[in-house]
């Protein structure tokens, strides 16, 4: 494969790339803290941005105001024909900085939950490979979304439609953590423990310590995915 130009935006200190880091080594790694206040890359300068995780809502631009830049770098990245990923909060920023509505859920949806494929298309064999397994994966996310123009979703979980969608080949959504390792798991439980066990979708620390099995196959997949998304032939966007 070759050698590529990959940064991150990093939302809070305990989102971090997960098992993205293993798959990464070899490629040149950057990243912005934007919790930090650190300026947004430029795109041009990149192959993949991949947008992960964090505490805020996508519409809190008040409160959190380098969304409104980090809106303006995806949309961007996506002119220019860059491949473009983002985990659970940063699944919500490409939709709404791709023009659709991000807003809190009727549940919050914590722990280790199954997803299930919804609108496959057959020839993305990889998609349709790991999906069809039902896998059991870790979410953490009280906000869902609509569907950006031209986005196919792919999955779907008992609490919540939307769960990966993707835009041709260039840009791909992933509402829940096929990234976290256990020990991801674990200072994401450090963080959040005053949400964990309320709610119908909301399993308690046991629970979720229970599943830290599922870890291994869920960052595998993470890895499986990512290479097959980085080959996988580009689809210009239509902004």
């Not at 959504?173 to 674990?186: L, N, P």
């Amino acid at each position: 494969m070759e050698r590529l130009r990959i940064h991150y935006l990093q939302h809070a200190p305990f989102e971090g790339l997960g098992c993205i880091e293993d798959w990464a080594a070899g490629h040149i790694l950057t990243a912005t803290h934007c919790y930090a206040g650190e300026p947004m890359p430029d795109s041009s300068q990149l192959d993949l941005l991949i947008i992960m995780g964090g505490p805020m809502g996508a519409y809190e631009e008040t409160k959190y105001p380098w969304l409104k830049a980090e809106k303006a770098c995806i949309r961007e990245a996506v002119r220019e024909g860059k491949k473009v990923l983002g985990i659970c909060l940063g699944a919500q920023l490409i939709a709404s900085a791709l023009g659709a509505r991000v807003y809190p859920h009727r549940y919050k949806e914590i722990g280790w939950y199954p997803v299930f494929p919804t609108a496959l298309d057959h020839s993305r064999e990889c998609l349709h490979h790991i999906l069809l397994d039902n896998p059991m994966v870790f979410h953490w996310h009280g906000d869902t979304f609509d569907l950006p123009p031209d986005a196919v979703n792919h999955a779907y979980s008992e609490a919540c439609h939307q769960q990966l969608f993707t835009i041709g080949h260039q840009v791909m959504g992933i509402q829940f953590h096929f990234e976290v390792r256990e020990t991801d798991i674990r200072s994401m439980i450090e963080q959040g423990q005053e949400e964990l066990g309320v709610g119908q979708y909301v399993q308690s620390e046991f629970i979720i310590l229970q599943g830290l099995r599922h870890a291994r196959q869920s960052t595998l997949h993470m890895q499986e995915l990512l290479t097959d998304f980085i080959s996988s032939g580009r689809v210009p966007a239509s902004l």
